[in-house]
Nanobody, 126 residues
Framework: QLRLVESGGGLVQPGGSLRLSCAASGFTLDYYAIGWFRQAPGKEREGVSCINTSGGSTNYADSVKGRFTISRDNARNTVYLQMYSLKPEDTAVYYC???????????????????WGQGTQVTVSS
């Protein structure tokens, strides 16, 4: 059974940092593009970042450019989202998603991805 499990969320003060992890089980992430999305209460799910299979291509939403970094460790079957300089508006449930495709990824299309994790809560508040 293919599963994605996010972890690393929590409560952090503005300006703080968190690193989210997206671990795969039941399949190898080597052949999958990965996207990170987030959804705040009352809002639609929005794209945050994505990374292609090799890690050589990444994309970021304008709202997180320069503050978030996506990376992957295929040996650990895990993708990371390092978040710095967090703001209250980053508060949301963060999801990772996967699609078996080579070469590119989508950082803003929910329908592009086939598999989704259950999400991890990130709360930025003083």
């Amino acid at each position: 059974q293919l599963r994605l499990v996010e972890s690393g969320g929590g409560l952090v003060q503005p300006g703080g940092s968190l690193r989210l992890s997206c671990a795969a089980s039941g399949f190898t992430l080597d052949y999958y593009a990965i996207g990170w999305f987030r959804q705040a209460p009352g809002k639609e799910r929005e794209g945050v970042s994505c990374i292609n299979t090799s890690g050589g291509s990444t994309n970021y939403a304008d709202s997180v450019k320069g503050r978030f970094t996506i990376s992957r460790d295929n040996a650990r079957n895990t993708v990371y989202l390092q978040m710095y300089s967090l703001k209250p508006e980053d508060t949301a449930v963060y999801y990772c998603a996967a699609k078996r495709i080579a070469g590119w990824c989508s950082s803003n299309s929910v329908s592009f991805y086939n598999y989704w994790g259950q999400g991890t809560q990130v709360t930025v508040s003083s």
